[in-house]
């Protein structure tokens, strides 16, 4: 659930970084690409772990990439921004919450995985 959310939020950040202008736009654009695309692809690579520690690891990485995508999206609306791409980027906002909770729940309780052999 949470990488299929992960995943439609960095397809939205990938449109929405596609319509920034202005000063910084390619740089503030990449940077929240970058940033949505690391969560995503790090929850797939914890599910890919077969320990506990790694899949923690992989989700506490994912989390950070998370809140560095919420502060983009944070900053972001605070530049000159139209109506539609104010909802936009809020909707996105509250998406990336959603992921971050959510993370923070796997990472408090992860599911079962076998540990390594002894």
Known sequence: M????AIEVAADVVRVAQAFR??????RGEQMVRAALSVSSNIAEACGRGTQ???RHYIAIARGSAQELL???RVSELVKTSPAGLRVLRSVQSRTVLVIKMLSRLDASPPPLREPDA
């Open 2 to 5: 949470v990488h299929h959310v």
């Open 71 to 73: 502060s983009q999206l």
């Open 53 to 55: 520690r790694e899949f």
């Open 22 to 27: 202005g000063a910084g736009a390619f740089s």
